[in-house]
């Protein structure tokens, strides 16, 4: 018997994740290349690190206009986004206290609290890179004009910049892992960069709320 | 190796721009037009194609005379802008020049902001002086061309090319002639700031009347940028990763099932 199936997220969305994905890693990875003496040679995939950092200077603003199109052409998906990840219930309090459940060995969990369409994690995931994007965003257009600006102020803008940077490469990591690569975990992968469905039974056991919000 | 130097004094200088003209010569610039925009200065400002000029002052006394300065790169003791490059274009020479490689400038303008001064200008590559580094170190000491060629150039020998610790000598006894002759602000710009810069000034005037930084220090934003947002940067990625990882291989021969 087949399994029943749900769509998770829809296909502009997958899209627009893909798009960003891609340019992400683009710019952390020339980013890297820029922030370090030693990985200098990350840039020689691109040619040059000269070539490195006029990618970085100009996909930068694709960067931050791509969930501007994104936001304005599904402006519903955009504000069910927003309204999900800004609405924090007590049992997503108690979720974060247990980690998910995650941490196992660390912090054990006899239940995980009951979760919706996106987790807390997910959540505190999605507000991270919207307020570090748009940090990025702001100091990267500063540097990008820095001879507008004084010197001073260019040098404090580049302590941000490295510092927002850095962190929400180090987040991406953990949202590549736990999305693509822990066992528990993994099946999330196809729903956002496969066909966008899931089993039901995955939703049942991690987006419980989620589940009872459907059935209705 | 000793550190070179030049230095600029300005009671000889009578602003004929030589100096200004040959820097574009042997470094083969771009030329501007003129403007004017009220004041001599030409061109108004340092741009990607002028590696010096000679700043015009007509409003220091009230009886009306020229004051001048020759503006360029300072050759810092301690170059902030040779910090702050993350290519390794900008470096300092063993004889104290901070030079650069061209070839691998990425042009992202972190030395102009670094600079205390703000003097690296970045058109499709970085151009500052570089004390005509080629001249200093490979040209011969007879026939003058190991000297810079705006020093060469120089009409009113206003300019010194040598030995820096030699050209501090010089510049403070001059200090203390124009002292005599009345100018009690005279001074000797660049002895001490910044490790001691490379291109000194015999100032008539207080520095700040030049438009100069009288105590420049080294921007303490590009020592946190580099010791300790890098390390910071390290962790945080590391971190983040060597976690997963740990993760991972407790997790191994787990299938999918509960955690």
Redesign the interface.
């Known amino acids: 018997m087949a399994k029943k199936m749900i769509e998770k997220h829809k296909k502009a969305t997958r899209i627009f994740h893909w798009l960003h994905l891609i340019t992400f890693i683009i710019m952390l990875w020339t980013g890297l290349s ?4 030693a990985m ?1 040679v990350m840039g020689l995939t691109f040619g040059s ?2 070539n ?3 990618l970085h200077k100009y996909l930068g603003f694709f960067y931050l206009l791509l969930p501007l199109a994104y936001a304005v052409f599904n402006f519903n998906l955009f504000s069910k986004f927003i309204k999900l990840i800004s609405t924090f219930t007590p049992e997503d309090k108690k979720w974060m206290k247990v980690f998910g ?5 660390l912090i054990k969990a006899k239940d995980v609290p009951p979760q919706g369409k996106i987790n807390a994690g997910q959540k505190l995931l999605g507000w991270i890179i919207i307020v570090f994007s748009l940090c990025l965003g702001l100091t990267g257009s500063m ?1 990008f004009f ?2 507008s ?1 004084p ?2 102020l ?3 803008v ?2 941000v910049h ?2 927002c ?3 929400l ?3 991406i ?2 949202h590549f ?1 736990l999305g693509a ?4 975990s ?2 999330e992968l196809g729903t956002m960069l496969g066909n966008g469905m899931i089993d039901e039974e995955y939703v049942v056991k991690h987006n419980a709320l989620w589940y009872e919000e459907l059935k209705k | 190796m000793d550190r070179v130097a030049y230095m600029f004094d300005s009671s000889k200088c009578m602003g004929c721009r030589g100096c200004q003209s040959v820097c574009k010569e042997w470094n083969d610039q771009k030329t501007d037009p003129t403007t004017f925009n009220g004041f001599y200065t030409n061109p108004p400002t340092l741009n990607p194609h002028t590696r010096m000029i000679i700043n015009f002052y007509d409003d220091f006394t009230e009886k009306q005379n020229f004051n001048f300065l020759k503006y360029q790169c300072f050759h810092c003791g301690e170059p902030a802008c040779v910090k702050a490059c993350p290519s390794g274009a900008l470096f300092q020479a063993e004889n104290g020049i901070v030079a650069f490689d061209i070839n691998k400038c990425i042009a992202c303008g972190y030395c102009h902001s670094a600079c205390p001064f703000g003097i690296p200008q970045i058109g499709k590559v970085i151009n500052k002086c570089d004390m005509c580094y080629s001249r200093v170190m490979e040209g011969s000491k007879s026939d003058e061309t190991a000297t810079p060629a705006c020093v060469k150039a120089c009409l009113g020998g206003a300019l010194y090319f040598g030995k820096r610790d030699d050209l501090v000598k010089q510049g403070k006894e001059k200090v203390e002639i124009l002292k005599k002759e009345g100018y009690a602000e005279a001074n000797l710009y660049g002895e001490n700031i910044l490790g001691g810069l490379g291109v000194l000034s015999i100032l008539k005037y207080e520095p700040e009347k030049y438009g100069l930084p009288k105590d420049p220090v080294f921007p303490v934003n590009t020592l946190i940028w580099k010791n300790i947002m890098h390390p910071l940067g390290l962790v945080m990625l590391g971190g983040a990763a060597g976690l997963v990882f740990l993760h991972r291989i407790l997790q191994t021969g787990n299938k999918g099932g509960d955690q």
């Open positions: 820029l922030f370090y003496p200098n690190l000269r490195a950092a006029f459940g995650y941490l196992a060995p540097m820095y001879a600006f010197g001073y260019i040098q404090i580049i302590i490295v510092f940077g850095t962190f490469g180090s987040a990591i953990v892992y690569v822990n066992p528990s993994r099946k």
